[in-house]
């Protein structure tokens, strides 16, 4: 009988600066339904800590599962639905720990989700459409729409407008971004439409955009 290959965990160690972009490793098939999963960080197979990419193929549905640490989903392409309801592109969704439901797409979608990390006690079930979010001033011509927090660490999503120079800063806690589309960019490299950046504690960059961009952004929790 052949051993059973060794799993290695994908980027736990969030010491480090880590940058994943579409097309740099392949899809591949969850076990469960027509699913594709793009892994960006995993503790162990199919439990413990997952940020991931998820395709569902149009039809595609989900068993009923639950959620021991909760999960947060963010909604970039067609319609993600469960018993709770249809959630279009731009929803924000957090189920918390010991909820569960049974996820399916009649038309299709792609989603961020991560799984297994929510404080236990971050008991908010969070439903925020397109027509609900509520966007505010930010600094310089910045616009930020909240979505989350919890004990210090914090979710929102960040409009920068065309030409827009932010000023250098750290990451007090870790920064992770997701990049919904434009194109952001700091003195490290360019980051294009779905890449995903993770920075540890006390990290520093000074970020800037050439077009307009928007990103999903995760202070504070690393």
């Known amino acids: 009988m052949s051993a059973q290959p060794t799993f290695e965990p994908i980027n736990m ?27 960006l960080e995993r503790e162990a197979p199919e439990h413990g800590q997952v940020t991931s990419l998820v395709r569902y193929l149009p039809g595609a549905r989900f068993p009923q599962h639950t959620h021991p640490l909760g999960e947060e989903i963010y909604v970039l392409e067609g319609v993600f639905s469960d018993e709770s309801g249809d959630y ?4 924000y969704l957090r189920n918390p720990p ?15 989700v991560k799984l297994n990390q929510f404080a236990e006690t971050d008991t908010e079930t969070v439903r925020i459409r397109p027509e609900d979010q509520q966007w505010r001033p930010g600094i310089g011509g910045l616009t930020v729409c909240p979505l989350h927090e919890h004990q210090g660490a914090s979710t929102a999503l960040v409009r920068w407008p065309a030409g827009e120079v932010f000023q250098p800063h750290r990451h007090w806690g870790g920064e992770e971004i997701l990049v919904i589309s434009g194109c952001f960019k700091d003195e490290h490299g360019e980051y294009p439409q779905h890449t995903w950046l993770r920075s540890p504690h006390l990290s520093q960059h000074h970020p800037f955009v050439d077009e307009e961009t928007l990103i999903l952004v995760k202070v504070g929790h690393l």
Do not use: M, N, T
């Open 88 to 91: 279009p592109a731009g929803s």
């Open 98 to 112: 010991g909820s569960a439901h049974a996820p399916f797409s009649e038309q299709g979608c792609l989603i961020f």
């Open 13 to 39: 160690d969030r010491s480090k600066v880590v940058v994943i972009r579409q097309g740099d490793q392949p899809w591949l098939s969850a076990p469960q339904a027509p699913i594709e999963r793009f892994p």
